[in-house]
């Protein structure tokens, strides 16, 4: 069993919660309890979920992984910087109904919810969440921090930059769906080691 402690209270952090218990893997997780400076939250008192104190206070522990569930990307920065400091380790996770396609690359403390589709050669930064039913087009970028809602689309090629949110039912497009020839045989390569910035993608930073 892997414990899991939720750093804040927001509602990300409860949604990811839900989405693991009610997935197939949810017997290899249990969730001990949450951190938060500002004392016990209702929303969490509601499934019964222990609070363990402030931030200065907690006891960071290798074995144990990390959510970071805070609304601020700053803030979010801040703790993940404490943690991994500590010696702390974060959560990871691909849902069990998730499509990740062809040499996608991913960073660390990615959360990755139900019937999500990430096609070939993408990138998903860490700390970034896809909730659910998002799609993630070919060649395309999630930076670090990002969060996608439900049912958001990122159009083939487009890197989102730092932090960006993409609300429910969000869809960002490319306005360049095809790539010159030189650039025909990406799919072939080893995406960490791509040039990045030269290949002609809209980034919206």
């Known amino acids: 069993m892997i414990n899991v402690i939720i750093v804040g209270s927001s509602r990300l952090g409860l949604d990811i919660l839900q989405l693991i218990e009610n997935s197939h893997s949810c017997f290899e997780y249990v969730f001990s309890g949450y951190v938060d400076d500002q004392g016990p939250a209702p929303l969490y008192q509601d499934v019964n979920m222990m609070y363990l104190g402030k931030v200065k206070d907690l006891i960071v522990q290798p074995k144990d992984?990390?959510?970071?569930?805070?609304?601020?990307?700053a803030l979010r920065i801040k703790l993940v910087e404490f943690i991994s400091g500590a010696g702390g380790n974060f959560l990871s996770y691909i849902h069990p109904t998730a499509v990740l396609g062809n040499s996608v690359t991913k960073g660390e403390g990615v959360f990755v919810g139900p019937y999500c589709f990430v096609a070939d050669h993408c990138h998903l930064g860490s700390f970034s969440v896809l909730k659910s039913r998002n799609l993630i087009r070919k060649y395309a970028s999630i930076g670090m921090f990002c969060l996608?809602?439900?049912?958001?689309?990122?159009?083939?090629?487009?890197?989102?930059?730092?932090?960006?949110?993409?609300?429910?039912?969000?869809?960002?497009?490319?306005?360049?769906?095809?790539?010159?020839?030189?650039?025909?045989?990406?799919?072939?390569?080893?995406?960490i080691n791509f040039q990045w910035d030269h290949i002609p993608w809209i980034s919206l930073n």
């Open 65 to 73: 992984k990390y959510i970071i569930a805070v609304d601020s990307v």
């Open 148 to 191: 996608l809602a439900e049912n958001a689309l990122v159009g083939k090629g487009i890197s989102l930059g730092v932090g960006n949110y993409l609300g429910e039912g969000s869809v960002i497009k490319s306005v360049k769906t095809s790539f010159p020839v030189e650039y025909s045989g990406l799919e072939k390569e080893n995406p």
